[in-house]
C-alpha cells in the first residue's frame, strides 16, 4: 500500500513538473508564433488527439446536455487563453500563484466551515505582501489576465462536474476541447500556424500541458486519495516558479516568494480542511491549465490550465 500510494506521489508531481515545463516551452514559443497561435495549437491538437482516442458519441443528449459542453468549451477557452497572456507579461510562478486563488476563493465559498475562511485571510496576506512590494515591477494587463484565468479556473471546475455527469469517461473533455479549438480559432489563424517547427514545438505544449498530465494524473487518482492529490497539487505555484527560473531565467525577489509560500500554505490548508459532502464539487476531467477528478482545488491544468 505504502508503494503504491509513493508511486501516485510520484506520478502527480511529474503531472505537475509536465504542465509547468509546458508553459515554459509555450512562452518560448510566443515571440516566434504570438499567444493566440500557441493558444490554438495546443487546444486544436489536444482536442484531435483526444477525439481520435475517446470517438465520443454526439447522439442521444439533450439540449442540456450541449449547453454544459458549451459551457465547458468557453471555460477552457478562456482559462488557456488568459492564462498563456498573463506568462507573456509576468513570471510563470507569479502567473500561477495569482490563478490560485480562484479554485481558492471558490472552496472558501463553498466550505461551510469556520476554518475556510482563515486560509482566505492567509492568501490575502499573500496577496497584500505581493502588491506592497511586488506589483510595481510586474505588468498590470499580466495581474488581471492571471486573476482572470483563475476566475475561468473555477469556472472549470463547477462545469468539468456538471459534464462529468452528463458524459461518460472522457467523452465530454474531448467535446468541449474541441469547443474550446474552435473559439480560438479566428484569433489564432496566422502565417505561422502551419509552419513545421512551430507546429512541431505547439504538439509539445499541448503533449506536456495537457495529454502527458493527464494521463498521470488519472493514474495517480487510482492509487491515492483525492485529498492527497489534491494537497500535492497545491504545490503548483512553486513548480511554476522552478520551471520558470530553469526554463526562462526568471527569478522572483524574497517578497515574491514569500508571498507564494503564503498562498500556497491556504491552498494546502483549504483542501486539508474537511468538506461538507452536500457542497463537495467534483470533476470528471482533469485542468493552470486538464484537471482530475474529485478534487476542488488546484487538481491538476486543465486543459490549463
Not at 515554459?24 to 508564433?33: D, E, K
Request: aromatic share 6%.
Amino acid at each position: 500500500m505504502t508503494t503504491t500510494r509513493h508511486s501516485g506521489v510520484g506520478l502527480v508531481l511529474g503531472g505537475a513538473l509536465s504542465v509547468q515545463f509546458g508553459s515554459s516551452v509555450a512562452a518560448l514559443l510566443f515571440p516566434r508564433a504570438g499567444v493566440s497561435t500557441v493558444v490554438t495549437l495546443r487546444l486544436a491538437i489536444a482536442a484531435i488527439v483526444l477525439l481520435v482516442v475517446c470517438r465520443p458519441r454526439v447522439r442521444g443528449y439533450a439540449r442540456a446536455d450541449w449547453a454544459a459542453i458549451a459551457g465547458f468549451g468557453v471555460a477552457l477557452a478562456g482559462m488557456n487563453t488568459l492564462f498563456y497572456h498573463a506568462i507573456d507579461r509576468i513570471p510563470l510562478g507569479l502567473a500561477v500563484t495569482l490563478e490560485v486563488l480562484g479554485p481558492l476563493a471558490l472552496s472558501v465559498s463553498t466550505g461551510r466551515r469556520a476554518a475556510n475562511w482563515l486560509w482566505a485571510i492567509l492568501a490575502l496576506a499573500g496577496v497584500a505582501l505581493l502588491g506592497r512590494t511586488g506589483f510595481d515591477r510586474l505588468d498590470p494587463a499580466g495581474i488581471g489576465f492571471a486573476l482572470g484565468a483563475g476566475a475561468m479556473w473555477a469556472a472549470y471546475i463547477v462545469l468539468s462536474a456538471r459534464v462529468g455527469a452528463r458524459f461518460p469517461k472522457l467523452d465530454g473533455l474531448a467535446l468541449a476541447m474541441t469547443v474550446a479549438a474552435a473559439l480560438t480559432l479566428p484569433l489564432g489563424i496566422g502565417p505561422t500556424l502551419l509552419q513545421p517547427p512551430v507546429l512541431a514545438l505547439g504538439a509539445a505544449v499541448a503533449v506536456l500541458s495537457s495529454l502527458l498530465p493527464y494521463t498521470l494524473e488519472l493514474t495517480a487518482l487510482r492509487r491515492m486519495p483525492t485529498a492527497t492529490f489534491a494537497v500535492l497539487m497545491s504545490l503548483g505555484p512553486a513548480i511554476a516558479a522552478l520551471a520558470g527560473f530553469l526554463v526562462l531565467q526568471q527569478h522572483l525577489t524574497l517578497t515574491e516568494g514569500l508571498a507564494t509560500v503564503l498562498i500556497i500554505s491556504a491552498s494546502i490548508g483549504a483542501v486539508r480542511t474537511p468538506r461538507e459532502p452536500a457542497v463537495a464539487v467534483g470533476a470528471d476531467a482533469p485542468g493552470q491549465d486538464n484537471r482530475s477528478a474529485g478534487c476542488l482545488l488546484p487538481a491538476g491544468p486543465p486543459a490549463r490550465s
